[in-house]
Nanobody
Framework: VQLQASGGGLVQTGGSLRLSCTAS????????MAWFRQAPGKEREFVVA????????YYADSVKGRCTISRDNAKNTLYLQMNSLKPEDTAVYYC?????????????????WGQGTLVTVSS
């Protein structure tokens, strides 16, 4: 599967953005999906994941209550709604996928990665 992330941009502190990740192929509905991010000079970190059915989600503490992951399997698209953005949310955001795995926070569990979309939050 090929993943294409979009929706990043420059936003002020407290603002909102919605990221999208569009997948090619017919098996999107069978993939566990996740968002990771990599801030400048830091390692990539887990943000949130959603099960293939959409019934289960898991958020990193750093974004819990401010971000919402969702998916539209009919459109082969994953979303990340980010609200109350902070400067520390500045990073390249990557979507990732793997087929029918349990939700995981580990990069190594995801076989497919998008190219990333840059989110910059100004103070």
């Amino acid at each position: 599967v090929q993943l294409q992330a979009s929706g990043g941009g420059l936003v002020q502190t407290g603002g909102s953005l919605r990221l999208s990740c569009t997948a090619s192929g017919r098996a999107f509905s069978s993939y566990t999906m996740a968002w990771f991010r990599q801030a400048p000079g830091k390692e990539r970190e887990f943000v949130v994941a959603i099960s293939w059915s959409g019934s289960t989600t898991y958020y990193a503490d750093s974004v819990k209550g401010r971000c919402t992951i969702s998916r539209d399997n009919a459109k082969n698209t994953l979303y990340l709604q980010m609200n109350s953005l902070k400067p520390e949310d500045t990073a390249v955001y990557y979507c990732a996928a793997n087929s029918r795995i349990a939700i995981s926070t580990m990069e190594s569990r995801y076989a497919y990665w998008g190219q990333g979309t840059l989110v910059t939050v100004s103070s």
